[in-house]
């Protein structure tokens, strides 16, 4: 198939638009809708504005990692900081750090890392084979913990965002589920944050509109390098059953995962105005709504 726009040789269909588009126009388009994210989720500030980039070394961390930087790097009031979570899952974090290594030294953005091991003196494999009873599938430990440290980093770096490499898919799975769930408020609280709540540093996710796949296809075109190992608790994630329901949908109906996308953007901006009451965990001092947060809910807390 020829492009829509110029007529050379599609590499991509976008189904949902109804066009086929070559890699010129592809890359163009993913771009354009990335700094329309940005600039929607972003305030810059007078005096300067610090985002850090939490980096796993996948394609969706490295695309946005890669993003940000072709898009703010000419901005002398913008610096981006980098940093990836050891979450201590043997023959699975080793690559992907290296990977983030590689892409932050090429792109001269400044790295570091943090692990579960020294926040928490624990690791995940161990958490996930040792003697302890789990509640819930690993990935509703690594979540929290991985959040926690998520927002310790991005307050080390002094940072005024952070920004996640959420994609499309991704973020209409975790809409599906917390609807599944009936969780109504962690539904609301999902990012992008427009309200600031004290201790809390802001997420970003401009990648939110973009689906994985054109993620991956990007990525390719653009020849950045990224790890493409699967993390191997994955197939016990809870979201599995989610992700398969939604791309049913989307096969049949294209543009599904953006409708469920412009469904919680409609309803946060309807109860954007609402009061926002926060504590303090009683163990970590971290934002919590209840006594403890979700972390140290996980580890023993209670």
């Not at 993620?215 to 994955?234: F, M, Q, R, T």
């Not at 059953?241 to 901006?269: M, S, V, W």
Request: one cysteine or more.
């Amino acid at each position: 198939m020829n492009c829509s726009i110029c007529g050379n040789r599609a590499v991509y269909e976008n189904r949902a638009g109804g066009k086929f588009l070559c890699k010129m126009h592809f890359m163009e388009n993913v771009e354009r809708r990335f700094r329309q994210e940005l600039r929607r989720e972003v305030k810059f500030r007078k005096d300067g504005t610090t985002i850090a980039v939490a980096i796993s070394g996948g394609k969706d961390s490295s695309v946005l990692l890669n993003l940000l930087h072709s898009t703010l790097h000419i901005r002398s009031d913008v610096t981006i900081r980098a940093f990836t979570i050891d979450e201590g899952i043997e023959g699975y974090r080793s690559s992907g750090l290296e990977s983030a290594k590689k892409l932050c030294s090429k792109l001269g953005i400044s790295h570091e890392t943090i692990s579960f091991s020294e926040a928490f003196n624990t690791e995940m494999d161990e958490i996930a084979g040792g003697d302890r009873k789990l509640e819930g599938s690993p990935c509703s430990y690594c979540g929290p913990m991985r959040r926690d440290l998520m927002n310790r980093m991005s307050v080390n770096m002094e940072a005024d965002y952070v920004a996640l490499g959420i994609n499309l898919d991704d973020y209409a799975q975790s809409i599906m589920m917390n609807v599944i769930r009936g969780d109504f408020e962690r539904m609301a609280r999902m990012a992008p944050h427009r309200r600031i709540v004290d201790g809390l540093v802001p997420r970003i996710t401009p990648l939110r509109k973009i689906y994985e796949k054109e993620v991956k296809l990007y990525a390719i075109l653009a020849g950045i390098e990224h790890d493409s190992n699967w993390c191997p608790y994955a197939m016990k994630a809870q979201r599995n059953r989610a992700r398969e329901l939604i791309n049913e949908l989307e096969e049949e109906n294209p543009g599904t995962k953006l409708a469920i996308e412009g469904f919680l953007e409609r309803l946060q901006e309807k109860i954007a105005s609402e009061p926002v009451t926060t504590g303090r965990c009683l163990n970590c001092g971290n934002p919590s709504n209840g006594k403890y947060c979700s972390s140290c809910m996980k580890n023993g807390y209670r």
